[in-house]
């Protein structure tokens, strides 16, 4: 599994998606989706869900990590 971590170390960059937080998505504080450094993890060491983000949201982040693994331009 691929996966994108969050974090709420704010940098200026395209490909780290903000996200402020809200009821939806389970976040505490405004975090960055850290869409230039995907991982891969085995399923098993995934925990339980926390949130989940806006389609408007997976969209972004979706495109990010798709020019980061050089599948758009």
Do not use: W, Y
Not at 7 to 23: F, G, H, Q, W, Y
Not at 25 to 39: F, H, R, T, W
Request: aromatic content about 2%; charged content about 25%; some cysteine.
């Amino acid at each position: 599994m691929v996966i994108v971590q969050c974090t709420k170390e704010l940098v200026a960059s395209d490909l780290r998606i903000t996200l402020s937080p809200s009821t939806e998505n389970g976040l505490l504080e405004i975090s960055q989706v850290m869409a230039d450094k995907p991982l891969t993890v085995h399923r098993r060491r995934i925990g339980s869900v926390i949130g989940r983000v806006s389609d408007e949201d997976l969209a972004r982040i979706a495109s990010a990590v798709a020019f980061t693994i050089g599948l758009s331009d």
